[in-house]
Each structure stands twice: as structure tokens, then as C-alpha cells.
């Protein structure tokens, strides 16, 4: 399955007045590996939990689908895809009554048309909701006969055009999923609007003392009231995510083979283009610095605002922001694999999960139609058994369709999480799903790996004086093709070495161990000592090998990240259970624990082995975080109850992981964990007022008590308040200390450390 930069979606949606072929939904995908792949479509008309279920339901259904998402705050569904397979997405979706095309990241413009359509609602309906008002108040005042009659034929005529234009946000809807043969929660309200409206209008035709065009018309606006509100609040948790997309640069000088200049767009800069950054410009892809000096903006990556200076070898991110002088970098990955792309990915996957709550809450919500429409009937048919008056039969069946629209319950689990991942993007923590937070709020373990995690994995070598030029020449070509923090150093105290030896035919790398390499038919190996020696069996550390025979050991110093102690005093505090696994020897092993303060540790372990003891605590009934950043640890990241890597992970650790912290500092775990069960007591309060609202207002309703204009204002409560009491997770929560996070030595979003 081949992929495409975003560029291409914007050239594909040039023309969208028909569905994109097979061809271009190819070319739009994004590969996941593993023979799946990964498509977007942006499809404007869901808008709640039944529209979610009706489009995930309906798509994974089709054959070559191997899973749908729908994130109702960016209108957007992913679909993954198996390889070679074009199932009819887009005719799926039409056929259901969604307009859909590709999903342009790109096209992120400022302005809000769903926004703008439904305050221009909200002002209409209030102006004639006002006058309808002032209009009843005579008749309320003892107007009759004909004056009332001519009141009430104003007021109809006032209703109209705030019905017809206000209206038509919930007709439109209701309208197109009645067409297409499915229900959502636009449905009853339409229907109670319509009633309501036609109700009145019969009681003015037949001169009756009653109307109720305030109530049809103030009802429509306490609606949109709820329902601007939301979008608001939906819009406002992506702004994070608009805001990265700002910082892409739109284009980069690229340096052709020739020596020639020319302006690209970032999407068609390949990995290995060179590329010219001036002043004042921002890094358009990951790439390394080629020649040239300057300071850079860092704040996007690592929270400091303090400029950062670099050179020749630095690994930049997309977005970073150069500053005083010109670099010439080497494109490491294309835009869409870049930092850059891969924080916005993760930002707007934040909602997307289906965790416990989000599903009972889904679940709730789908049942929602049927149950209200039958609510209603019975309730008209119970009344006008009891009291044969259809007429206040058919007023308590309006109020009972309107009061049990179910917007806080749909509204209860989601709003929550797109809060909470807001609140972790703004101290630096991206969290894929709402179903990660829950996960981790519910951890009664924490695994911390050495190399990389509890320390920065930027080592300096300490011993490179006593070896001798020509091993040290071989390290250093075999090191080279590593982001091993140990390799990294090898490099680093080596830049001005003369490399005169013959290069190495092939490299390759084996996680967990380290480089092996033929060179003049003699095959040397950089790495674990039991791994490169024949005899290795009681060796420890790093060292150089040829044909099995020691040639020279590395001895590497290490500096631990910020707040690792406090970290792990404060998560002992709380009573978590700590363990460190190292593929590390024992020595530094047990002073890095005594230094975090660990007293459980286990060194010298392979990458299957940390699995075993993964699935060791998960077997005795322990939910375990895992926090790891290496090539070696993505098996364990995986197999955890729950996991966390810095930004300086290897790609596999960062895809891997639940969450990813950007800064240097180890805060970043007591933090999500803080903001997981502040996130987790909120819904599960939302939840609880939700259905509380439910019993409470629905029996209310159905006895009589309530209006069809106090069922409306009811209503649009109980999603300010969900709303409301989401908002209190955006505040009242400490800071993760600043910090940077990425050392000359080890570069961030390279191949990782494979040889502990």
C-alpha cells in the first residue's frame, strides 16, 4: 500500500463533484504497516452518537475494512484499509446520507462556516422568539376574540421565517436521515418543532384561547443555544490542533543534484532532499544539519523559549523556528512522518478511542430514538385515553420529546476527553485515545526502563583516550549507522577523527545487542559483550569485537532526566508498585536505581524477557504502566496495561505507546496520571447527572408538568452543565516542568537504542 504527503489529498480535491476512484483513494492513504493503511474522509453532517454509530457500523462492515473511526469534533472518519483492497467507501457513506470526500489536513482555514450558520440561527430565532413573546403577554393580559385572534396570526407569521430559516439546521438533518431510512437525534426534535407550530396554527384557524408559537419558536432557540455551545466547545479543544498545523512551513529551497535552487511545497520534499533554511523560516521536515551555525526555537518540541544553538550533525523537527543564521539540513522524513505531523495525528486521535464510558454512553445514546418516539406515542395514547382531550394529549407528547433528548449523555464522555488531552497537549503530553486515560487512571504498577527514560540517554565517553586510533576508527564507522545513546556518544567525541580505514560492506542491527559489520573478510560487532564475544559469557558493558576477539571496551557516563526521583517518590507515595528493567549491566543498574530511589530492579534483560515480566504482572491481576523509549521496549510498551514514551523514542517505542511527553522532565507521569482520574470522576459525574436528569425529567414530563418551552430550556441545562463541569478539568492542575528534552548525541525520532 503505497502513501501520499497531504499535498496530494489538496490536488485530489480539486474536483469534488464526484466520488474519488479507487486510484486516489490509494494515493490518499497513509500506510500503517503490518498490510494496513490508513485513509481520512471529512464528512460534515455527524454531528452525534447515533451519526457515529450508523457510519462506524456501515463501513466496517464492508469487506478489506479492518476498522472505522469517527472523531465528531474535527467531522472526520478514519478508515483503515487492508492492503490492496478499495472497498466503496464513499458510496457507503452517500448511501447513508453523509456527503464525504478526502480529508484535506491542510485546508485549515480560520474561518468556522458551521459556526457562523448557527449563530445567525440563534440571532433569528431570538429576535422572533422576542417579539412572539411580547405578543403573547396581551393575550396572557385578557386580549380575546378578535384582537387575540390577530395576535396570534403576528405570531404565526413571525414564526415562520425563524422556523424555516433557524430551523432548517435540525429539518435538514431529520430530513436526511428519515430519506436514508435511520434515526439520530435530530429526528423528535424536528417532529416536536413541527407539532408544536402546527398545534398553535390549528388553535388560530379555530379560534381557540391557547397558542403556542412562543413555545415552538423559544424551544428552537434554546436548542441552538445548546447546540452552538457545543460546537464552541468542540472547536475551542482543536484549537491546540490548528494551531501546530500554523506552524508547518508551506514549502522549503531545495538544493537539486545540480546545484539548482527551487521553491517546493513541503508535501513533495522527499527524505535525503537538501535543503536550505534561512533565518526567520521554519524547518519544514525532521532533518539534519549539513553545514551552517544558528540559534532555533525549540518551544514547540521541548517547552523551553530559551533559543537552542546548533551545527553540523544537530537533528532539527519540523516546526522548529531558525533564528539568526542560515542552515543547510538533509530531509531525514517526509512530511507526513515528520514531528510535526505526527503531534497533530496523535492530538486528533484523542478522541477518537472507545473507551468503557465512551461506549456506554454510545450505546445509551443509539437507543435514544426508538425509545422517545415510543415514549412519546404511549404517553398521546395514555392521555387522550384518560382525559380525551387530544389537544393537551399531543402538548405532553411534545414536551416528552423535547426533555428526553439525550445531548448531555452524548455529550458526557467526549467533552470530557477532548478537555483533558487539551490540558496534557499544553504541558506537552500527547495521548492517543480517551480509552488511554482511562487505562491509566486504573494502573496499580509502573515499569520504568533505564537507558532513555529514567535517564536522558545522552552519554559522553569517558574512556576514548585509551583506544587505540584504529579500533576507535572502526567504532566509529560502525556507530554511525546507530541512534543508540552509547553509539551516539562514540560519534560525538569522535567528529575530527580521520577515517581511514576500508568502510564496512553492509551494517546491520540487531535489537537489543547491537551492530555487526564484515570488513576484510573479518566481521566485527559493536555492542553487548555477551553478544560480540565468543567468550563473553562474565563480560559486561559495551565493546568492539573482531571475529569474537575483545579489541576495545566503551565506558559511557549517563545524567538522569528531571524529576526522576520526585517522580518515583511520588508515585511510591501513592502507593503504585516500581520496578526499573534494564538490558543494562547490573553495576549501572543498581546505581541508577538507588539514585531514583527503586528498590526492585532487573538488569541484563533481553526485549522478549521485559515481555515476559510484563505478562507476569498482568497474569497476577497488576495493570502495569509501562515507561520505556527504545527499540527494544515497543514489545513491552505494547503488551502493558497502559504505556508512555518520550519524544526521543525510537519511532516503533513512540507508535507503541499510549502517550508521548515531549519535555525532559519525568513530571509528565504524575501529571496524566492526574489528569486521567480528575478526567475519569468527571465523566463518570456527567454520566450520573445525565441519567439522573433522564429519570428525573422524563416522569416529570409524562405526568403533565412541564411545557414544551420549559422541556427545551431543560434540555439545553442539561448540556451546559455537562459542558460546564468538563471545563473544570482546564484548570487547578500543576505544571510539568519545562526543560529540554534532546541532547546533540541523541537525536529524537531516529532508530532508538537497540543495544540494551
Not at 306 to 314: H, N, Y
Not at 608 to 623: H, L, N, P, Q, S
Not at 661 to 689: C, D, T, V, Y
Request: aromatic residues 6%; contains cysteine; hydrophobic residues 50%.
Amino acid at each position: 500500500m503505497s502513501c501520499c504527503a497531504p499535498g496530494v489529498e489538496s490536488a485530489l480535491e480539486l474536483d469534488r463533484s464526484g466520488a474519488p476512484s479507487a486510484d486516489e483513494i490509494r494515493l490518499a492513504s497513509r500506510s500503517l504497516g503490518g498490510g494496513l493503511a490508513q485513509v481520512d474522509f471529512a464528512v460534515p453532517g455527524v454531528h452525534c452518537a447515533a451519526c457515529i454509530r450508523a457510519v462506524e457500523t456501515a463501513l466496517q462492515k464492508l469487506p478489506g475494512v479492518a476498522g472505522a473511526r469517527v472523531n465528531l469534533s474535527t467531522k472526520r472518519v478514519s478508515v483503515r484499509l487492508r492492503e490492496g483492497e478499495f472497498p466503496p467507501l464513499v458510496a457507503t457513506l452517500s448511501g447513508l446520507g453523509y456527503e464525504a470526500h478526502l480529508f484535506d489536513r491542510e485546508n485549515d482555514s480560520d474561518k468556522d462556516p458551521v459556526l457562523a450558520e448557527l449563530i445567525r440561527a440563534v440571532a433569528i430565532a431570538g429576535f422572533a422568539a422576542t417579539n412572539i413573546m411580547l405578543l403573547s403577554v396581551s393575550v396572557w393580559s385578557g386580549a380575546a376574540d378578535a384582537t387575540r385572534d390577530l395576535f396570534h396570526w403576528v405570531s404565526a407569521l413571525v414564526a415562520i421565517p425563524a422556523l424555516v430559516f433557524a430551523g432548517r439546521i435540525y429539518f435538514r438533518s431529520a430530513w436526511n436521515a428519515l430519506s436514508h431510512g435511520r434515526m439520530n437525534m435530530d429526528v423528535p426534535i424536528a417532529v416536536g418543532i413541527t407539532l408544536a407550530y402546527g398545534l398553535s396554527l390549528y388553535e388560530t384557524i379555530n379560534h381557540g384561547p391557547h397558542a403556542y408559537f412562543d413555545a415552538s419558536v423559544s424551544l428552537l432557540f434554546f436548542l441552538l443555544i445548546g447546540r452552538t455551545l457545543d460546537h464552541v466547545m468542540r472547536e475551542k479543544a482543536r484549537t491546540a490542533v490548528s494551531g501546530l498545523r500554523r506552524l508547518a512551513a508551506r514549502g522549503a529551497t531545495v538544493v537539486a543534484n545540480d546545484g539548482t535552487l527551487s521553491y517546493l511545497p513541503v508535501e513533495e520534499i522527499a527524505k535525503g532532499d537538501v535543503i536550505l533554511v534561512a533565518a526567520g523560516e521554519r524547518v519544514p521536515v525532521d532533518a539534519l544539519v549539513m553545514k551552517g551555525a544558528s540559534e532555533v526555537d525549540r518551544s514547540l518540541v521541548n517547552g523551553e523559549s530559551e533559543p537552542e544553538a546548533v551545527d553540523r550533525g544537530t537533528m532539527l523537527q519540523a516546526g522548529t523556528l531558525n533564528l539568526t543564521g542560515a542552515l543547510t539540513v538533509q530531509a531525514t522524513a517526509a512530511a507526513q512522518d515528520s514531528f510535526l505531523a505526527e503531534m497533530v495525528r496523535l492530538m486528533e486521535a484523542a478522541e477518537g478511542g472507545r473507551a468503557l464510558y465512551r461506549r456506554i454512553a454510545d450505546r445509551a445514546s443509539a437507543l435514544y430514538a426508538p425509545v422517545v418516539h415510543l415514549t412519546a406515542l404511549l404517553t398521546f395514547i395514555g392521555w387522550l385515553f384518560v382525559s380525551g382531550d387530544w389537544h393537551r394529549a399531543i402538548t405532553i407528547a411534545i414536551a416528552v420529546l423535547i426533555i428526553t433528548c439525550p445531548c448531555a449523555l452524548g455529550l458526557a464522555v467526549p467533552i470530557v476527553q477532548v478537555v483533558a488531552a487539551r490540558r496534557l497537549f499544553e504541558q506537552g503530553i500527547m495521548v492517543k485515545d480517551g480509552s488511554a486515560m482511562e487505562r491509566l487512571a486504573g494502573i496499580d504498577t509502573v515499569v520504568f526502563d533505564k537507558t532513555g527514560t529514567l535517564t536522558l540517554g545522552a552519554l559522553r565517553l569517558v574512556n576514548g583516550d585509551q583506544i587505540a586510533s584504529g579500533d576507535m576508527a572502526v567504532a566509529v564507522q560502525l556507530a554511525a549507522h546507530s541512534r543508540h545513546p552509547i553509539a551516539c556518544a562514540i560519534v560525538e567525541a569522535n567528529r575530527g577523527l580521520s577515517l581511514q580505514r576500508e568502510l564496512p560492506d553492509a551494517v546491520s542491527e540487531v535489537p537489543g545487542f547491537g551492530l555487526e559489520a564484515s570488513m576484510n573478510d573479518s566481521v566485527w560487532r559493536l555492542g553487548r559483550a555477551q553478544w560480540a564475544l565468543k567468550n563473553g559469557d562474565e563480560a559486561t558493558g559495551t565493546v568492539l569485537s573482531r571475529d569474537g576477539v575483545l579489541r576495545a571496551s566503551f565506558v559511557c557516563e549517563d545524567r538522569l532526566r528531571a524529576s526522576a526521583a520526585d517522580t518515583v517518590a511520588e508515585v511510591t507515595g501513592q502507593g503504585l508498585t516500581v520496578e526499573m528493567l534494564t538490558g543494562d549491566h547490573d553495576t549501572n543498574a543498581k546505581l541508577t536505581a538507588r539514585q531514583v530511589g527503586i528498590d526492585a530492579y532487573r538488569s541484563g534483560m533481553l526485549p522478549g524477557e521485559k515481555v515476559t515480566r510484563i505478562v507476569a504482572f498482568a497474569e497476577d491481576g497488576r495493570r502495569v504502566l509501562m515507561v520505556g523509549d527504545g527499540l527494544n521496549d515497543a514489545p513491552a510498551l505494547a503488551a502493558a496495561h497502559v504505556s508512555m514514551a518520550p519524544a526521543t523514542a525510537a519511532d516503533i517505542g513512540r507508535n507503541a505507546a499510549d502517550f508521548v511527553f515531549l519535555r525532559e522532565s519525568l513530571a509528565a507521569i504524575p501529571f496524566a496520571l492526574e489528569i486521567s482520574r480528575k478526567a475519569g470522576r468527571l465523566i463518570r459525574q456527567n454520566l450520573g447527572f445525565a441519567i439522573a436528569y433522564n429519570f428525573v425529567a422524563v416522569p416529570i414530563a409524562i405526568f403533565g408538568y412541564v411545557t414544551p418551552l420549559i422541556a427545551a430550556i431543560a434540555m439545553s441545562l442539561s448540556s451546559i452543565i455537562v459542558i460546564a463541569n468538563a471545563m473544570r478539568l482546564a484548570g487547578g492542575s500543576r505544571a510539568v516542568g519545562k526543560g529540554g528534552w534532546i541532547g546533540a548525541s541523541a537525536p529524537a525520532g531516529l532508530i532508538g537504542r537497540p543495544m540494551q
